[in-house]
Every structure is written in structure tokens, then in C-alpha cells.
């Protein structure tokens, strides 16, 4: 059973910059793709960025799109996301997720492991 652990959440001004961490135990991630997703107050939650086992594949939403990077130490057991340029509409409570296997996913149906949130707030 894998357990994951978010860090580096906070109050940031618009324009500011974050580096969330998802440290896992239990559990190697280097076989898993890992995710970031997010949920503001009264929405669903929604993929942000999503990172192969190998790191050669990514996928980011729209929104994130040349403003966020997803990476991965395996060697540590660590995925990070390096958030830039936010904006007030990135606030939300961010989760790392871990898949169960081999092959890249990306939805949420596919991340049966996931921490237990970290709250990113940007204010304008």
C-alpha cells in the first residue's frame, strides 16, 4: 500500500510561484505514473498534470499550460510540481495521486492511491 504525503502548499500573491512535493512511502513509485489534481470549493476535481513512470510522458490541462511542470525523482520517491506565474483561479486544494500500474493514465479512475491534499491559495 502506497501512502502519499503532499508538502509545500500556502498564501501566495497572484504572479507568485509554488513547488508542491508528494513524498511516498510504502511503496516504489518508479513503475507508476503520478498525477497532480485539484479541487476548488464547489467544483470537482480536475487533473492538473499527469507524469509517466519514466517521466518521458506528461500531460497538462489547458489552463496550467506553460505555467506548471510536472517532474519525478524516483530515487527519492518523490513527484514534484513547480507552479509559475499563478493566478487566483489556481486556488484549490491540490492531491497527488499514484496509479497501480505500469501504463501511463491520466484520469482519475486510474489513481487508486492518493494523499491527503495540500491547500494552495493565491490572492489577487
Known amino acids: 500500500q502506497v501512502q502519499l504525503v503532499e508538502s509545500g502548499g500556502g498564501l501566495v500573491q497572484a504572479g507568485g510561484s509554488l513547488r508542491l512535493s508528494c513524498a511516498a512511502s510504502?511503496?516504489?513509485?518508479?513503475?507508476?505514473?503520478m498525477g497532480w489534481f485539484r479541487q476548488a470549493p464547489g467544483k470537482e476535481r480536475a487533473l492538473v498534470t499527469a507524469?509517466?513512470?519514466?517521466?518521458?510522458?506528461?500531460d497538462h490541462a489547458d489552463s496550467v499550460k506553460g505555467r506548471f511542470t510536472i517532474s519525478r525523482d524516483n530515487a527519492k520517491n518523490t513527484m514534484y510540481l513547480e507552479m509559475n506565474s499563478l493566478k487566483p483561479e489556481d486556488t484549490a486544494v491540490y492531491y497527488c495521486?499514484?496509479?497501480?500500474?505500469?501504463?501511463?493514465?491520466?484520469?482519475?479512475?486510474?489513481?487508486?492511491?492518493w494523499g491527503q491534499g495540500t491547500q494552495v491559495t493565491v490572492s489577487s
Open positions: 495521486a499514484a496509479s497501480n500500474i505500469r501504463d501511463y493514465v491520466a484520469s482519475s479512475s486510474g489513481f487508486p492511491y
Open positions: 510504502g511503496g516504489t513509485i518508479s513503475s507508476r505514473s
Open positions: 507524469i509517466s513512470w519514466s517521466g518521458g510522458r506528461t
